[in-house]
T-cell receptor, first 113, second 111 residues
């Protein structure tokens, strides 16, 4: 059973471009969570999704950021018009409805130049 | 607001010795979980140990154990017989479906 898969592992974007980060949850997991880790800080919750539904987006910046988890395919975190301050590691985690533990992917390091 | 505080930015321990990492938290949840995660340079978040808040018994996983003091909202991690491979960032977290993380403690293991 493969773990949570995130791609790409590293992503470089110029200011103003769009960044798309992908997350394939573990097999059988229907809940996905996105976290952001700024340099030298802990992870900060961004959004919690179930298939085709956003359950809690209280940690998402109001502008430029969006997330989806379609019925088929991976979850996508989309950042439009990236700025230098978006440079961070973005982690995805997944769980089943019954899990109290979320399993983390290896993260995508986004660098905005 | 829920918070998790790790007051030790960095700790060092001699190989084979014991070290304790501190964590305090604040939550309005009545039922929640507490976690310690290890993050090596690879960036992978590895679950070290988990504690259900409703359980009084402290969780143990091999060389790793916790001291959970619910009234004091304290959740420290004890690493016994430290090994070089234990060197990493350690994050304390609390929550139910979404986790609140502390700022981490960098653990150095000295040979």
């Amino acid at each position: 059973n493969a773990g949570v898969m995130q791609n790409p592992r590293h992503l470089v974007r110029r200011r103003g471009q769009e960044a798309r980060l992908r997350c394939s949850p573990m097999k059988g997991h229907s809940h996905v969570y996105w976290y952001r880790q700024l340099p030298e800080e802990g992870l900060k919750f961004m959004v919690y999704l179930q298939k085709e539904n956003i359950i809690d987006e209280s940690g998402m910046p109001k502008e430029r950021f969006s997330a989806e988890f379609p019925k088929e395919g991976p979850s996508i975190l989309r950042i439009q018009q990236v700025v230098r301050g978006d440079s961070a590691a973005y982690f995805c985690a997944s769980s089943t409805p019954a899990d109290t533990e979320a399993f983390f992917g290896q993260g995508t390091r986004l660098t905005v130049v | 607001a829920q918070t998790v505080t790790q007051s030790q930015p960095e700790m060092s321990v001699q190989e084979a010795e014991t070290v304790t990492l501190s964590c305090t938290y604040d939550t309005s949840e009545s039922d929640y979980y507490l976690f310690w995660y290890k993050q090596p340079p690879s960036r992978q978040m590895i679950l070290v140990i988990r504690q259900e808040a409703y359980k009084q018994q402290n969780a143990t996983e091999n060389r790793f154990s916790v001291n959970f003091q619910k009234a004091a909202k304290s959740f420290s991690l004890k690493i016994s017989d430290s090994q070089l491979g234990d060197a990493a960032m350690y994050f304390c977290a609390s929550g139910t479906y979404k986790y609140i993380f502390g700022t981490g403690t960098r653990l150095k293991v000295l040979a």
